[in-house]
Nanobody
Framework: QVQLVESGGGLVQAGGSLRLSCAAS????????VGWFRQAPGKEREFVAA????????YYTDSVKGRFTISRDNAKNTVYLQMNSLKPEDTAVYYC????????????????????WGQGTQVTVSS
C-alpha cells in the first residue's frame, strides 16, 4: 500500500512558476512509476507528465513540454513537478499517481494504469 500526498499548489500570475511535490510512503518507492495528472473544472482528467522508478525516463504531454519538468528523489520518496511559464490554461487540480512496475525504467500515461492517487492540489494561474 502506498499513500501519496501532494503539496505546493497555489495562486500565481501568468508567466510565474510553482513546484509541486508528491510525497510517498513505502519502502520500495523506486519500483513505482509516478505520473502527474490535472483536472480543470468541467473537463476530464488529463495526463501531464510521468517518470520511471529510476527517474531515467520521463514523458510529457505536448502542451507542457519545455515548461514543466518532472523529477524524483527516491531517497526522500518524493516526486516533483517544476512548472515554469505558467499559463491560465494550466489552472486545474493537480494529482500525482503511482503504480508498482516490473521494471524501474517503465512509465505510464493513462490514468487507469495507476493504482494509487493523491488527494490533489489546486493550481490557479491568473492572467
Amino acid at each position: 500500500q502506498v499513500q501519496l500526498v501532494e503539496s505546493g499548489g497555489g495562486l500565481v500570475q501568468a508567466g510565474g512558476s510553482l513546484r509541486l511535490s508528491c510525497a510517498a510512503s513505502g519502502r520500495t518507492f523506486r519500483r513505482y512509476a509516478v505520473g502527474w495528472f490535472r483536472q480543470a473544472p468541467g473537463k476530464e482528467r488529463e495526463f501531464v507528465a510521468a517518470i520511471s522508478g529510476t527517474g531515467g525516463n520521463t514523458y510529457y504531454t505536448d502542451s507542457v513540454k519545455g515548461r514543466f519538468t518532472i523529477s524524483r528523489d527516491n531517497a526522500k520518496n518524493t516526486v516533483y513537478l517544476q512548472m515554469n511559464s505558467l499559463k491560465p490554461e494550466d489552472t486545474a487540480v493537480y494529482y500525482c499517481a503511482g503504480t508498482a512496475t516490473t521494471s524501474d525504467t517503465y512509465y505510464y500515461t493513462r490514468a487507469y494504469e495507476y493504482m494509487y492517487w493523491g488527494q490533489g492540489t489546486q493550481v490557479t494561474v491568473s492572467s
